[in-house]
């Protein structure tokens, strides 16, 4: 079992509806989960993070944590194109720097 | 607004030869990761330093991989003798001095590594 998974997609979506993007991770010891954006050619970019159970929001976007299912997910309403993309599922490891990348799931918005 | 500094963008090289990439972390920023990102892997840690001193580098080849952090502002990693499978592209991150270990990582542009 890999440490984060990710459905790998790809997940399209036509342009103004939800995007739910799905992570599960084996650590049960972790703290805090991130979601990352990585445009292709580009670097991964911070978009989001939860620590605590329940959801966040963030304009467009809004983070999921369930620790007890070891279950965190991401939506985006109302998806744009340029929200296409690969969303990476990010979760340092127990008590550590050790941050582990799930495999990505790539977003492709039509519009 | 601070980034993290990565050279070369791209490399080419032979298989065999030796291959340098470094990362200049942000003024500030005392914790540095490698990764390397595949189309099959994703994004895998390969080491990861805090103020200079190698935390973890587990992740990383020891035969033909190295890491070294010389001085605050400058991170290294070295491939010799670099094999095709090598391929891939390289990030750097760094985060914050002071950060807990639950910060978001701040990630340099990546240097494309390609070994024929």
Redesign the interface.
């Known amino acids: 079992q890999k440490e984060v998974e990710q459905n790998s997609g790809p997940l399209s979506v036509p342009e103004g509806a939800i995007a739910s993007l799905n992570c599960t991770y084996s650590d049960r010891g972790s703290?805090?989960f991130?979601w990352y954006r990585q445009y292709s050619g580009?670097?991964?970019?911070?978009i989001m993070?939860i620590?605590s159970n329940g959801d966040k929001e963030d304009g467009r976007f809004t983070a999921q944590l369930n620790k007890a299912s070891q279950y965190v997910s991401l939506l985006i309403r109302d998806s744009q194109p340029s929200d296409s993309a690969t969303y990476?599922c990010?979760v340092?490891n127990t008590?550590?720097?050790?941050?582990?990348?799930?495999?990505?799931t790539r977003l492709f918005v039509k519009a | 607004d601070a980034r993290v500094t990565q050279t070369p963008r791209h490399k080419v090289t032979e298989m065999g030869q030796e291959v340098t990439m470094r990362c200049q972390p942000i003024l500030g920023h005392n914790t540095v990761f490698w990764y390397r990102q595949t189309m099959m892997q994703g994004l895998e840690l390969l080491a990861y330093f805090r103020n200079r001193a190698p935390l973890d580098d587990s992740g990383m080849p020891k035969d033909r991989f190295s890491a070294e952090m010389p001085d605050a502002t400058l991170a290294t990693l070295k491939i010799q003798p670099s094999e095709p499978r090598d391929s891939a592209v390289y990030f750097c991150a760094s985060v914050p001095k002071g950060s807990g270990p639950n910060s978001p990582l701040h990630f340099g542009n990546g240097t494309r590594l390609t070994v024929t």
């Open positions: 703290q805090s991130f580009k670097s991964p970019e911070l993070f620590y990476l990010a340092p008590g550590g720097f050790k941050t582990i990348f799930g495999a990505g």
